[in-house]
Protein backbone atom coordinates (compact mmCIF):
# COMPACT_ATOMS: atom_id res chain seq x y z
CA UNK A 1 0.00 0.00 0.00
CA UNK A 2 1.53 3.41 -1.17
CA UNK A 3 2.48 5.88 2.13
CA UNK A 4 0.58 8.76 3.04
CA UNK A 5 1.97 11.79 1.53
CA UNK A 6 2.64 14.70 4.37
CA UNK A 7 1.37 17.86 3.73
CA UNK A 8 4.04 19.39 2.61
CA UNK A 9 5.17 17.12 0.27
CA UNK A 10 0.86 17.19 -1.22
CA UNK A 11 2.08 21.10 -1.74
CA UNK A 12 4.74 20.31 -3.85
CA UNK A 13 3.28 18.00 -6.23
CA UNK A 14 0.03 20.27 -6.88
CA UNK A 15 2.22 22.82 -8.38
CA UNK A 16 3.58 20.44 -10.77
CA UNK A 17 0.20 18.66 -11.03
CA UNK A 18 -3.16 20.24 -10.66
CA UNK A 19 -1.19 23.96 -11.17
CA UNK A 20 1.48 22.49 -14.01
CA UNK A 21 -0.08 24.85 -16.68
CA UNK A 22 -0.76 28.17 -14.65
CA UNK A 23 2.49 28.05 -12.46
CA UNK A 24 5.07 25.28 -13.27
CA UNK A 25 4.88 25.35 -16.85
CA UNK A 26 4.92 29.70 -17.05
CA UNK A 27 8.25 29.10 -14.13
CA UNK A 28 10.08 26.86 -16.18
CA UNK A 29 9.35 28.77 -19.16
CA UNK A 30 10.84 32.32 -17.46
CA UNK A 31 13.68 30.43 -16.30
CA UNK A 32 14.73 29.59 -19.76
CA UNK A 33 13.87 32.13 -21.79
CA UNK A 34 15.41 34.55 -19.73
CA UNK A 35 18.40 32.64 -18.82
CA UNK A 36 17.98 33.03 -15.69
CA UNK A 37 20.14 29.81 -14.06
CA UNK A 38 22.97 28.96 -15.05
CA UNK A 39 25.84 26.61 -14.17
CA UNK A 40 27.40 27.25 -10.98
CA UNK A 41 25.06 30.15 -9.60
CA UNK A 42 24.41 30.36 -6.50
CA UNK A 43 21.47 32.10 -5.64
CA UNK A 44 19.60 33.62 -2.35
CA UNK A 45 15.94 33.24 -2.80
CA UNK A 46 14.48 36.51 -0.98
CA UNK A 47 11.22 35.30 1.14
CA UNK A 48 9.42 38.39 2.83
CA UNK A 49 6.96 35.66 3.99
CA UNK A 50 4.33 37.02 1.74
CA UNK A 51 2.64 34.17 -1.00
CA UNK A 52 4.54 34.89 -3.66
CA UNK A 53 8.11 34.99 -2.36
CA UNK A 54 7.27 31.36 -0.15
CA UNK A 55 5.81 30.14 -3.73
CA UNK A 56 9.49 31.11 -5.66
CA UNK A 57 10.57 29.43 -2.80
CA UNK A 58 8.73 26.01 -3.35
CA UNK A 59 9.08 26.48 -7.22
CA UNK A 60 12.88 26.77 -6.66
CA UNK A 61 13.48 24.16 -4.84
CA UNK A 62 11.61 21.75 -7.14
CA UNK A 63 14.01 22.87 -10.09
CA UNK A 64 16.79 22.10 -7.68
CA UNK A 65 15.53 18.44 -7.19
CA UNK A 66 15.25 18.11 -11.22
CA UNK A 67 18.38 20.69 -11.86
CA UNK A 68 19.74 20.00 -15.43
CA UNK A 69 23.05 22.06 -14.53
CA UNK A 70 24.53 22.80 -11.31
CA UNK A 71 23.12 25.37 -9.00
CA UNK A 72 22.96 26.01 -5.36
CA UNK A 73 20.26 27.29 -3.10
CA UNK A 74 20.17 29.87 0.15
CA UNK A 75 16.51 30.63 1.22
CA UNK A 76 17.41 34.07 2.97
CA UNK A 77 14.57 35.86 5.10
CA UNK A 78 15.31 39.66 6.02
CA UNK A 79 13.51 40.43 9.25
CA UNK A 80 13.32 44.15 8.83
CA UNK A 81 11.45 45.31 12.43
CA UNK A 82 8.46 42.51 12.06
CA UNK A 83 6.20 42.46 14.99
CA UNK A 84 6.85 39.07 17.07
CA UNK A 85 3.78 37.47 15.12
CA UNK A 86 4.49 38.22 11.98
CA UNK A 87 8.32 37.07 12.31
CA UNK A 88 6.57 33.82 13.98
CA UNK A 89 4.38 33.15 11.09
CA UNK A 90 7.08 32.97 8.85
CA UNK A 91 8.91 30.65 10.84
CA UNK A 92 5.91 28.46 10.82
CA UNK A 93 5.44 28.43 7.02
CA UNK A 94 8.97 27.83 6.55
CA UNK A 95 8.78 24.85 8.72
CA UNK A 96 5.26 23.56 7.33
CA UNK A 97 6.29 23.76 3.88
CA UNK A 98 10.07 22.45 4.37
CA UNK A 99 12.33 25.76 3.29
CA UNK A 100 15.33 25.62 5.34
CA UNK A 101 15.68 29.53 6.11
CA UNK A 102 18.49 31.84 7.25
CA UNK A 103 16.91 34.58 9.05
CA UNK A 104 19.05 38.09 9.99
CA UNK A 105 18.25 41.19 11.21
CA UNK A 106 18.07 44.94 9.92
CA UNK A 107 16.25 48.30 10.91
CA UNK A 108 14.97 48.75 7.59
CA UNK A 109 11.15 49.73 8.44
CA UNK A 110 12.05 52.14 11.87
CA UNK A 111 14.90 53.61 8.95
CA UNK A 112 12.83 53.71 5.76
CA UNK A 113 10.05 55.94 8.17
CA UNK A 114 12.75 58.09 9.66
CA UNK A 115 13.76 59.27 5.68
CA UNK A 116 10.44 59.91 4.84
CA UNK A 117 7.46 59.20 7.26
CA UNK A 118 4.91 60.25 4.86
CA UNK A 119 5.31 57.67 2.02
CA UNK A 120 8.46 55.30 2.63
CA UNK A 121 7.23 52.77 0.86
CA UNK A 122 9.65 53.34 -2.19
CA UNK A 123 12.81 54.07 0.16
CA UNK A 124 11.57 50.72 2.29
CA UNK A 125 12.07 48.64 -1.20
CA UNK A 126 14.83 50.48 -1.70
CA UNK A 127 17.10 49.45 1.44
CA UNK A 128 15.59 46.18 1.67
CA UNK A 129 16.81 45.36 -1.63
CA UNK A 130 20.79 46.98 -0.49
CA UNK A 131 20.58 44.38 2.40
CA UNK A 132 19.56 41.09 0.70
CA UNK A 133 21.94 42.00 -1.54
CA UNK A 134 24.82 42.23 0.71
CA UNK A 135 24.23 39.49 2.58
CA UNK A 136 23.47 37.57 -0.33
CA UNK A 137 26.87 38.89 -1.18
CA UNK A 138 28.52 37.90 2.25
CA UNK A 139 27.11 34.61 1.82
CA UNK A 140 29.00 33.44 -1.30
CA UNK A 141 25.60 33.78 -3.67
CA UNK A 142 26.21 35.99 -6.89
CA UNK A 143 22.62 36.43 -7.63
CA UNK A 144 19.07 37.04 -5.50
CA UNK A 145 15.81 36.34 -6.78
CA UNK A 146 12.50 38.21 -6.01
CA UNK A 147 9.38 36.50 -6.02
CA UNK A 148 7.72 39.58 -9.07
CA UNK A 149 4.91 37.84 -11.32
CA UNK A 150 3.38 38.61 -14.41
CA UNK A 151 0.76 40.89 -12.94
CA UNK A 152 3.51 43.22 -11.37
CA UNK A 153 5.34 43.22 -14.68
CA UNK A 154 2.15 44.34 -16.14
CA UNK A 155 0.58 46.30 -13.05
CA UNK A 156 4.54 48.08 -13.23
CA UNK A 157 4.14 49.02 -16.87
CA UNK A 158 0.31 50.70 -16.83
CA UNK A 159 1.41 52.54 -13.54
CA UNK A 160 4.60 54.09 -15.93
CA UNK A 161 1.60 55.18 -18.14
CA UNK A 162 -0.71 56.52 -16.11
CA UNK A 163 1.01 57.97 -13.13
CA UNK A 164 4.54 58.38 -14.15
CA UNK A 165 4.42 59.56 -17.97
CA UNK A 166 6.55 57.13 -19.28
CA UNK A 167 6.84 53.61 -20.76
CA UNK A 168 9.22 51.31 -18.87
CA UNK A 169 9.02 47.54 -18.09
CA UNK A 170 10.24 45.64 -15.63
CA UNK A 171 13.51 43.12 -16.66
CA UNK A 172 13.11 40.09 -15.76
CA UNK A 173 17.00 40.40 -14.28
CA UNK A 174 18.99 43.07 -14.12
CA UNK A 175 22.93 43.47 -13.26
CA UNK A 176 23.57 44.97 -9.78
CA UNK A 177 25.05 48.77 -10.26
CA UNK A 178 25.95 48.72 -6.41
CA UNK A 179 27.19 45.21 -5.86
CA UNK A 180 29.65 44.12 -8.20
CA UNK A 181 29.05 40.70 -10.22
CA UNK A 182 25.29 40.32 -8.01
CA UNK A 183 22.42 39.84 -10.69
CA UNK A 184 18.35 40.31 -9.51
CA UNK A 185 16.31 37.35 -11.47
CA UNK A 186 12.58 37.36 -11.42
CA UNK A 187 11.81 33.88 -11.63
CA UNK A 188 7.76 34.15 -11.86
CA UNK A 189 7.59 36.60 -14.60
CA UNK A 190 5.40 34.84 -16.65
CA UNK A 191 2.82 33.47 -13.39
CA UNK A 192 0.04 35.75 -13.13
CA UNK A 193 -1.09 36.99 -9.28
CA UNK A 194 -4.73 35.25 -9.36
CA UNK A 195 -2.91 31.56 -10.03
CA UNK A 196 -0.43 31.85 -6.61
CA UNK A 197 -3.92 32.86 -4.99
CA UNK A 198 -5.51 29.80 -6.29
CA UNK A 199 -2.56 27.67 -5.33
CA UNK A 200 -2.41 29.28 -2.03
CA UNK A 201 -6.08 28.57 -1.33
CA UNK A 202 -6.04 25.12 -2.98
CA UNK A 203 -3.71 24.59 -0.70
CA UNK A 204 -5.12 25.87 2.80
CA UNK A 205 -1.91 28.17 3.45
CA UNK A 206 -2.02 31.71 5.06
CA UNK A 207 1.03 34.00 4.49
CA UNK A 208 1.85 37.58 6.17
CA UNK A 209 0.99 40.72 4.09
CA UNK A 210 2.55 43.76 4.03
CA UNK A 211 3.96 43.92 7.81
CA UNK A 212 5.33 47.25 8.07
CA UNK A 213 4.28 49.39 10.65
CA UNK A 214 3.36 52.10 8.22
CA UNK A 215 0.54 49.90 6.21
CA UNK A 216 -0.71 48.89 9.36
CA UNK A 217 -1.50 52.20 10.65
CA UNK A 218 -2.89 53.49 7.50
CA UNK A 219 -5.36 50.46 6.39
CA UNK A 220 -8.57 50.91 6.57
CA UNK A 221 -8.30 54.72 7.25
CA UNK A 222 -8.84 57.58 4.80
CA UNK A 223 -4.83 57.75 3.95
CA UNK A 224 -5.35 54.28 2.77
CA UNK A 225 -8.17 55.83 0.10
CA UNK A 226 -5.78 55.75 -2.61
CA UNK A 227 -3.02 53.42 -4.12
CA UNK A 228 -1.96 53.78 -7.65
CA UNK A 229 -1.11 50.50 -7.71
CA UNK A 230 -4.77 48.76 -6.57
CA UNK A 231 -6.59 51.16 -8.78
CA UNK A 232 -4.53 49.93 -12.03
CA UNK A 233 -5.35 46.44 -10.49
CA UNK A 234 -8.77 47.13 -10.42
CA UNK A 235 -8.81 48.67 -13.67
CA UNK A 236 -7.02 45.87 -15.29
CA UNK A 237 -9.86 43.24 -13.62
CA UNK A 238 -12.73 45.41 -15.00
CA UNK A 239 -10.96 45.63 -18.48
CA UNK A 240 -10.54 41.67 -18.87
CA UNK A 241 -14.21 40.94 -18.32
CA UNK A 242 -14.56 42.41 -21.36
CA UNK A 243 -11.54 40.91 -23.09
CA UNK A 244 -9.80 38.51 -21.22
CA UNK A 245 -6.59 38.24 -23.36
CA UNK A 246 -5.88 42.33 -21.73
CA UNK A 247 -3.22 40.58 -19.34
CA UNK A 248 -1.44 39.01 -21.95
CA UNK A 249 -1.86 41.66 -24.70
CA UNK A 250 -0.23 44.25 -21.87
CA UNK A 251 2.24 42.09 -21.09
CA UNK A 252 3.27 40.84 -25.33
CA UNK A 253 3.72 44.87 -25.65
CA UNK A 254 7.13 45.25 -23.20
CA UNK A 255 8.45 42.34 -25.81
CA UNK A 256 7.55 44.05 -28.34
CA UNK A 257 8.03 47.18 -28.56
CA UNK A 258 8.33 49.44 -32.24
CA UNK A 259 10.81 51.97 -31.40
CA UNK A 260 10.78 53.45 -35.17
CA UNK A 261 7.04 54.56 -34.00
CA UNK A 262 7.73 56.42 -31.25
CA UNK A 263 8.29 60.05 -30.96
CA UNK A 264 11.52 59.75 -28.22
CA UNK A 265 13.16 57.26 -26.30
CA UNK A 266 15.78 57.21 -24.01
CA UNK A 267 18.25 54.25 -23.96
CA UNK A 268 21.47 54.06 -21.58
CA UNK A 269 20.02 57.45 -19.91
CA UNK A 270 20.36 59.48 -23.22
CA UNK A 271 17.38 60.39 -25.21
CA UNK A 272 16.70 60.13 -28.60
CA UNK A 273 14.09 61.35 -31.08
CA UNK A 274 12.74 60.12 -34.26
CA UNK A 275 14.12 63.19 -35.57
CA UNK A 276 17.33 61.99 -35.63
CA UNK A 277 16.97 59.60 -38.56
CA UNK A 278 14.05 61.38 -39.50
CA UNK A 279 16.56 64.30 -40.96
CA UNK A 280 19.47 62.22 -42.04
Given at each position: MAKELERYQKIERSIITTYRKE??????LAVKKYRLIESGDKIAVCISGGKDSM???????????????????????????????NANKIEE??????????VF??????????VNAQSPCYM??????????????????????????????????????????????????????????????????????EDVIRWKEYNGLDFIACACKFTQKTTGTDEDAFSARRRVKEWIAQLKKENENVE???FQSIHNVQLDTLVEYKKDGEKHSFLDKFEE
Open positions: IWSPFVLLAKLMQELHRHREIPFELVFLVMNPGYNEENAKLLHVPITESDVFAAAETCARMRRGHLYAKAKELGCNKIALGHHKSDVIETTVMGMLYGGQMQGMLPRIKSTNFAGMELIRPMYCILENNI
